[in-house]
């Protein structure tokens, strides 16, 4: 086993060390960077995959001097890469205003208190701009009662419309059904329209009341029909009520007798 620390080191025995040359190499050129720990100071957006880049996320960052410097202060640039497409993104420091300045490669997500309109513009530009908000709120306003109102005019106008056509329909008599089965002349049609009317009467039936039983009906010859008795009309109207099963007493089929009760 090797050891952790090495004392001792092994030469050739054909080792010359002054053949060992040492080569000076150029010295890079632009600006000192440096590798540095950061986190993203704001969010962003990727211009080239659209990835969102939340703010606080940890990046090995290339720190560099842009040369340039606010009241002696130096601006400092840093570089990143996308965590998506390793694109590379570029910002730098803004003492100006305390803050951070996006340079290439992502766009700063908008934040309305970094708005600076608001800043800059000038008390009678304020006025002006708020009374044309308020002269868009009131158009808009306006807009919104007109057509409301003009939904309310073609409710108004449809239910006028089914309750004439309902009013028409309650109108017809059997002589209009008559002309209008002597209109049909299709056999298939006459036989729908019959079992339409037996599907009627058959409901008809089915949902009339006991008084409806005993109503005298007039023939069209002005004779009388017999009055059926009580009985025969409830017979002919169908009962949808439960009918209950009487209990089967199992004990008395097994030999089981009951107790009698002593009285009291």
Known sequence: MSERKVLQ???PPDFDPSKIVRHKGPKPTGPKQQTVRLMAPFSMKCLNCGEFIYK???FNARK???GEKYYNISIFRFYIRCTRCSSEVTFKTDPKNMDYTCEKGAIRNFEPWRDTREKDETEEERLNRLEEEENESA???LETKTLDSKREMQIADALDEIRTRNARNERLDSADV???LL????PAELELLRQEEEDAESARKAFRTEED???RRVIDDGADEAVPSKEEAKADIPSFKKTVKRRRDMGAALGIKKKLKPLV
């Open 9 to 11: 080191k092994y030469y």
């Open 56 to 58: 606080g996320r940890k």
């Open 64 to 66: 560099e001097h842009s």
């Open 139 to 141: 158009m808009a306003k």
């Open 178 to 180: 008559l002309d209008t």
């Open 183 to 186: 209109e049909v002349s299709d």
């Open 213 to 215: 039983m005993f109503v």
